[in-house]
């Protein structure tokens, strides 16, 4: 009972503060860092599913404040829920829903999340950073996509796509650096 009382408070805090008293709220129910950078990997894998569900909320057991837990990462790194292509500026650097428009308009966290998001983007969302990843990811995988009987036809399909996600990264990171100014 005592945590539907206080996910209900946070939905009234998110909805419902006033702007002048919102950064300094929300800090009482948010793990506003973690969230900012769950904020950042949904952003550069453009996780369109990730900002209307695919995730779970969950309070922290030792600092009381919720988090996110991210799941269902099929519709990313430029394609759609049904595999077709999706545009690497398809979702905008903000993302798209209330809470995190809400914590964008607090400039702390505003220039926090544009930090997070020059150093993933120097560092960890590169073709450099990602090349290794993904080509050894494929290697493992390429086996047991001639065990399926429907993939396995496919399998042409399947090693182009090493390509196109590494085309992805690099269109996805021109885009958000030039976006980050919008931060500012």
């Known amino acids: 009972m005592e945590d539907n009382l206080h996910l209900e408070k946070l939905i009234k805090i998110v909805n419902a503060t006033p702007r002048s008293c919102f950064g300094e709220e929300i800090i009482k129910y948010i ?39 991210p ?19 398809y979702v905008p650097i903000e993302g798209y829903n209330t809470l995190s428009a809400r914590l964008l308009d607090v400039k702390e966290y505003r220039n926090q999340y544009r930090l997070i998001l020059e150093q993933t983007l120097e560092t960890t969302f590169t073709v450099a950073a990602l090349e290794p990843k993904i080509r050894d990811l494929y290697s493992y995988l390429t086996p047991y996509v001639f065990l399926d009987p429907h993939k396995k036809n496919l399998i042409d399909n399947f090693d182009l796509e090493p390509e196109f996600i590494l085309r992805f990264v690099a269109d996805r990171s021109r885009y958000l650096r030039n976006h980050l100014k919008d931060l500012l």
């Open 31 to 69: 793990d506003v860092n973690k969230y900012l950078l769950w904020l950042c990997g949904v952003v550069c894998t453009q996780n369109c599913d990730g900002f209307i569900h695919n995730y779970a909320l969950h309070r922290n057991g030792k600092t009381r404040l919720y988090e996110m837990i």
């Open 71 to 89: 799941w269902d990462y099929d519709a990313t790194w430029g394609r759609n829920v049904y595999g077709g292509i999706m545009e690497y500026d």
